[in-house]
T-cell receptor
Framework: DTEVTQTPKHLVMGMTNKKSLKCEQH?????MYWYKQKAKKPPELMFV???????INESVPSRFSPECPNSSLLNLHLHALQPEDSALYLC?????????????FGNGTRLTVT | QQPVQSPQAVILREGEDAVINCSSS?????VHWYRQKHGEAPVFLMI?????EQKGHEKISASFNEKKQQSSLYLTASQLSYSGTYFC????????????????FGQGTILTVHP
Protein backbone atom coordinates (compact mmCIF):
# COMPACT_ATOMS: atom_id res chain seq x y z
CA ASP A 1 0.00 0.00 0.00
CA THR A 2 1.30 3.42 -0.97
CA GLU A 3 1.65 6.06 1.74
CA VAL A 4 0.98 8.83 -0.74
CA THR A 5 -2.63 8.86 -1.86
CA GLN A 6 -3.75 10.42 -5.11
CA THR A 7 -7.28 11.03 -6.30
CA PRO A 8 -8.87 10.47 -8.68
CA LYS A 9 -7.16 7.43 -10.24
CA HIS A 10 -8.52 8.27 -13.66
CA LEU A 11 -9.79 11.52 -15.11
CA VAL A 12 -11.22 12.37 -18.51
CA MET A 13 -11.76 16.02 -19.23
CA GLY A 14 -12.54 18.26 -22.14
CA MET A 15 -10.33 21.13 -23.18
CA THR A 16 -12.68 23.68 -21.64
CA ASN A 17 -13.11 21.94 -18.31
CA LYS A 18 -11.61 22.84 -14.95
CA LYS A 19 -10.57 19.96 -12.72
CA SER A 20 -8.22 19.32 -9.81
CA LEU A 21 -5.91 16.49 -8.84
CA LYS A 22 -5.39 15.80 -5.16
CA CYS A 23 -2.46 14.31 -3.27
CA GLU A 24 -2.21 13.52 0.43
CA GLN A 25 0.55 12.19 2.66
CA HIS A 26 0.71 11.71 6.41
CA UNK A 27 4.38 10.85 6.81
CA UNK A 28 5.36 14.31 8.00
CA UNK A 29 7.32 14.96 4.83
CA UNK A 30 8.01 18.62 4.14
CA UNK A 31 8.76 18.38 0.43
CA MET A 32 6.11 17.48 -2.13
CA TYR A 33 6.36 17.15 -5.88
CA TRP A 34 4.32 16.90 -9.05
CA TYR A 35 5.76 14.82 -11.89
CA LYS A 36 4.28 14.16 -15.33
CA GLN A 37 4.93 10.84 -17.05
CA LYS A 38 4.15 9.99 -20.65
CA ALA A 39 4.04 6.38 -21.80
CA LYS A 40 7.46 4.70 -21.93
CA LYS A 41 9.15 7.89 -20.71
CA PRO A 42 10.67 8.86 -17.36
CA PRO A 43 8.82 11.06 -14.89
CA GLU A 44 9.38 14.77 -15.63
CA LEU A 45 9.49 17.22 -12.76
CA MET A 46 6.81 19.92 -12.81
CA PHE A 47 6.73 21.54 -9.37
CA VAL A 48 8.45 21.25 -5.99
CA UNK A 49 6.98 22.50 -2.73
CA UNK A 50 9.11 22.84 0.36
CA UNK A 51 7.47 23.70 3.68
CA UNK A 52 4.30 24.56 1.79
CA UNK A 53 6.04 27.11 -0.41
CA UNK A 54 6.62 26.69 -4.12
CA UNK A 55 10.37 26.33 -4.55
CA ILE A 56 10.68 25.04 -8.11
CA ASN A 57 8.49 25.54 -11.19
CA GLU A 58 9.97 23.82 -14.22
CA SER A 59 8.55 26.37 -16.66
CA VAL A 60 5.19 24.63 -16.61
CA PRO A 61 2.39 26.28 -18.63
CA SER A 62 -0.02 28.35 -16.56
CA ARG A 63 -2.90 26.00 -17.40
CA PHE A 64 -1.39 23.89 -14.59
CA SER A 65 -1.71 25.60 -11.22
CA PRO A 66 -0.32 23.94 -8.08
CA GLU A 67 -1.49 24.60 -4.57
CA CYS A 68 -0.28 23.38 -1.19
CA PRO A 69 -3.00 24.15 1.39
CA ASN A 70 -1.08 22.51 4.24
CA SER A 71 1.86 20.22 4.89
CA SER A 72 -0.13 17.08 4.06
CA LEU A 73 -1.98 18.16 0.94
CA LEU A 74 -0.96 19.05 -2.58
CA ASN A 75 -3.35 19.96 -5.37
CA LEU A 76 -2.91 20.48 -9.07
CA HIS A 77 -5.58 22.63 -10.69
CA LEU A 78 -6.15 22.06 -14.38
CA HIS A 79 -7.75 24.48 -16.82
CA ALA A 80 -7.94 24.66 -20.61
CA LEU A 81 -5.70 21.67 -21.12
CA GLN A 82 -4.58 20.35 -24.48
CA PRO A 83 -4.75 16.73 -25.71
CA GLU A 84 -0.95 16.53 -25.44
CA ASP A 85 -1.32 17.04 -21.68
CA SER A 86 -2.75 13.54 -21.43
CA ALA A 87 -0.37 11.61 -19.19
CA LEU A 88 0.10 9.98 -15.80
CA TYR A 89 0.47 12.64 -13.12
CA LEU A 90 2.50 11.47 -10.16
CA CYS A 91 2.70 13.08 -6.76
CA UNK A 92 5.66 12.36 -4.50
CA UNK A 93 6.91 13.41 -1.11
CA UNK A 94 10.22 13.28 0.73
CA UNK A 95 11.60 14.22 4.11
CA UNK A 96 13.66 17.05 2.62
CA UNK A 97 14.04 18.51 -0.84
CA UNK A 98 17.79 18.39 -1.25
CA UNK A 99 18.06 15.03 -2.94
CA UNK A 100 19.30 13.19 0.14
CA UNK A 101 16.05 11.41 0.98
CA UNK A 102 13.93 8.99 -1.06
CA UNK A 103 10.89 10.05 -3.01
CA UNK A 104 7.68 8.25 -2.08
CA PHE A 105 5.36 8.22 -5.07
CA GLY A 106 1.61 7.93 -5.17
CA ASN A 107 -0.04 5.63 -7.71
CA GLY A 108 -0.81 8.57 -9.96
CA THR A 109 -3.79 10.03 -11.77
CA ARG A 110 -4.15 8.95 -15.37
CA LEU A 111 -5.43 12.00 -17.21
CA THR A 112 -7.01 11.97 -20.65
CA VAL A 113 -7.81 15.27 -22.33
CA THR A 114 -10.37 15.03 -25.13
CA GLN B 1 20.50 17.88 -17.20
CA GLN B 2 19.10 14.42 -17.82
CA PRO B 3 21.39 11.52 -16.88
CA VAL B 4 22.14 8.85 -19.47
CA GLN B 5 21.30 5.25 -18.71
CA SER B 6 22.63 2.13 -20.41
CA PRO B 7 21.65 -0.33 -21.62
CA GLN B 8 18.14 0.61 -22.78
CA ALA B 9 16.91 -2.95 -22.28
CA VAL B 10 18.12 -6.18 -20.72
CA ILE B 11 16.68 -9.68 -21.02
CA LEU B 12 17.71 -12.26 -18.44
CA ARG B 13 16.88 -15.75 -17.29
CA GLU B 14 16.21 -16.27 -13.61
CA GLY B 15 19.42 -16.47 -11.66
CA GLU B 16 21.46 -14.34 -14.06
CA ASP B 17 23.13 -11.06 -13.14
CA ALA B 18 22.75 -7.60 -14.67
CA VAL B 19 24.37 -4.19 -14.40
CA ILE B 20 22.64 -0.92 -15.24
CA ASN B 21 24.70 2.23 -15.63
CA CYS B 22 23.86 5.88 -15.12
CA SER B 23 26.10 8.80 -16.01
CA SER B 24 25.91 12.56 -15.82
CA SER B 25 27.89 15.39 -17.35
CA UNK B 26 27.31 17.50 -14.21
CA UNK B 27 28.69 17.16 -10.69
CA UNK B 28 26.24 15.21 -8.61
CA UNK B 29 25.05 15.46 -5.02
CA UNK B 30 23.14 12.21 -5.05
CA VAL B 31 21.97 9.35 -7.22
CA HIS B 32 18.67 7.56 -6.65
CA TRP B 33 17.49 4.27 -8.13
CA TYR B 34 13.81 3.38 -8.63
CA ARG B 35 11.95 0.48 -10.20
CA GLN B 36 8.62 0.92 -11.91
CA LYS B 37 6.38 -1.95 -12.92
CA HIS B 38 3.81 -1.51 -15.66
CA GLY B 39 0.84 0.54 -14.47
CA GLU B 40 2.38 1.20 -11.06
CA ALA B 41 4.24 4.01 -9.34
CA PRO B 42 8.04 4.10 -9.19
CA VAL B 43 9.36 2.41 -6.07
CA PHE B 44 12.50 3.58 -4.31
CA LEU B 45 15.41 1.11 -4.26
CA MET B 46 18.37 3.04 -2.89
CA ILE B 47 20.11 6.36 -2.68
CA UNK B 48 23.81 7.14 -2.89
CA UNK B 49 25.28 10.42 -1.74
CA UNK B 50 28.53 11.96 -3.00
CA UNK B 51 31.44 10.24 -1.37
CA UNK B 52 31.85 7.15 -3.54
CA GLU B 53 29.87 4.86 -1.28
CA GLN B 54 28.36 1.56 -2.19
CA LYS B 55 25.08 0.31 -0.85
CA GLY B 56 23.41 -3.03 -0.89
CA HIS B 57 19.99 -4.43 -0.27
CA GLU B 58 19.74 -8.21 -0.46
CA LYS B 59 20.73 -9.06 -4.02
CA ILE B 60 20.59 -5.50 -5.32
CA SER B 61 23.49 -3.15 -4.76
CA ALA B 62 24.79 0.07 -6.25
CA SER B 63 27.92 2.14 -6.45
CA PHE B 64 28.60 5.82 -7.08
CA ASN B 65 31.85 7.03 -8.59
CA GLU B 66 31.92 10.69 -7.62
CA LYS B 67 34.90 11.52 -9.81
CA LYS B 68 33.29 10.14 -12.94
CA GLN B 69 29.70 11.13 -12.02
CA GLN B 70 28.65 7.59 -12.69
CA SER B 71 26.53 5.11 -10.81
CA SER B 72 25.88 1.46 -11.42
CA LEU B 73 23.08 -0.78 -10.17
CA TYR B 74 23.98 -4.44 -9.69
CA LEU B 75 21.27 -7.10 -9.77
CA THR B 76 22.52 -10.54 -8.81
CA ALA B 77 20.75 -13.89 -9.09
CA SER B 78 17.77 -12.16 -10.70
CA GLN B 79 14.23 -13.16 -9.82
CA LEU B 80 11.03 -12.83 -11.87
CA SER B 81 9.99 -10.02 -9.53
CA TYR B 82 12.93 -7.93 -10.70
CA SER B 83 11.23 -7.29 -14.04
CA GLY B 84 10.32 -3.67 -14.64
CA THR B 85 11.80 -0.37 -15.75
CA TYR B 86 14.70 0.93 -13.72
CA PHE B 87 15.29 4.66 -13.48
CA CYS B 88 18.22 6.47 -12.03
CA UNK B 89 17.51 9.93 -10.70
CA UNK B 90 20.24 12.48 -10.19
CA UNK B 91 20.44 15.59 -8.07
CA UNK B 92 23.04 18.13 -9.16
CA UNK B 93 25.63 19.57 -6.79
CA UNK B 94 25.45 23.31 -6.19
CA UNK B 95 28.21 25.73 -5.17
CA UNK B 96 27.20 25.39 -1.52
CA UNK B 97 27.88 21.68 -1.48
CA UNK B 98 24.24 20.56 -1.43
CA UNK B 99 21.78 20.04 -4.25
CA UNK B 100 19.54 22.31 -6.29
CA UNK B 101 16.62 20.27 -5.02
CA UNK B 102 15.59 18.73 -8.34
CA UNK B 103 15.65 15.04 -9.08
CA UNK B 104 15.98 14.37 -12.81
CA PHE B 105 15.40 10.88 -14.15
CA GLY B 106 17.25 9.02 -16.86
CA GLN B 107 15.41 7.44 -19.79
CA GLY B 108 15.07 4.13 -18.03
CA THR B 109 16.27 0.56 -18.56
CA ILE B 110 13.67 -2.11 -19.24
CA LEU B 111 14.62 -5.32 -17.44
CA THR B 112 12.82 -8.54 -18.34
CA VAL B 113 13.47 -11.74 -16.40
CA HIS B 114 12.26 -15.02 -17.91
CA PRO B 115 11.82 -18.32 -16.06
Amino acid sequence: DTEVTQTPKHLVMGMTNKKSLKCEQHMGHRAMYWYKQKAKKPPELMFVYSYEKLSINESVPSRFSPECPNSSLLNLHLHALQPEDSALYLCASSVGRFGDSPLHFGNGTRLTVT
Amino acid sequence: QQPVQSPQAVILREGEDAVINCSSSKALYSVHWYRQKHGEAPVFLMILLKGGEQKGHEKISASFNEKKQQSSLYLTASQLSYSGTYFCGTSQLNAGGTSYGKLTFGQGTILTVHP
